[in-house]
């Protein structure tokens, strides 16, 4: 498959230099990087763009938005709302895979992860999500499904669907509400 090659002047900002891709450099990164781009906020920054911007989905889909007119907030959603997400057919399996976990011991995470789907009900780090209306009309050669589609936080929704059967069968306990990072085109009358 063809990969686009319309790229935004912000998307293209947000570029890791060769010292800065691995996990290890992102403060360096962000340093550089959030103040030409400070609309981005850090865990935006730290969990997607700088360890997947060069992955094929993120840039077929998502680098021809324009970063310098985008809102991020940070927001509660019901679970409802999250188990409803579009998923890229690229990842469907990764969530899939992870909604098929009947216990916590089957959750791949850091323990620190796995103490807070416990004790919280929830994940530590909240997902990113795109409002795919919010963008009006949509390039055809994008796998982009209104309302919202899930960007970064495969693993965790899948473990989101996990606790939800799991609530079901008496063995688990979700929160009300899950923190989400919700990128939007704001209004024309912003």
């Known amino acids: 498959m063809k990969e686009s090659t319309d790229f935004s002047p912000s998307w293209i900002r947000l570029a890791a230099l060769p010292e800065e891709r691995t996990m290890w450099d992102f403060d360096a990164y962000y340093q550089r990087v959030h103040p030409l781009v400070p609309n981005v906020p850090e865990p935006v920054l730290e969990q997607w763009i700088h360890g997947l911007q060069d992955e094929y989905v993120t840039r077929r889909n998502y680098a021809w938005l324009d970063y310098d007119h985008l809102d991020f907030s940070l ?58 209306t919010s963008l009006g009309t949509l390039p055809l050669e994008k796998e982009l499904v209104a309302p919202h589609q ?6 965790r929704l899948g473990y989101l669907h996990a606790m939800a059967g799991m609530v079901q069968q008496g063995r688990a306990e979700l929160a009300a509400k899950h923190g989400v990072w919700v990128l939007r085109q704001p209004s024309p009358s912003k």
Do not use: M
């Open 75 to 132: 927001e509660q959603w019901s679970t409802q709302d999250l188990l409803n997400l579009y998923v890229v057919e690229a990842y469907r399996d990764c969530v899939e895979t992870r909604e098929r976990c009947q216990a916590f011991d089957e959750f791949c995470c850091t323990k620190r992860d796995l103490a807070h789907w416990k004790e919280q009900g929830t994940w530590r780090t909240p997902p990113v999500v795109l409002d795919v």
């Open 150 to 155: 899930l960007i970064e936080g495969h693993n």
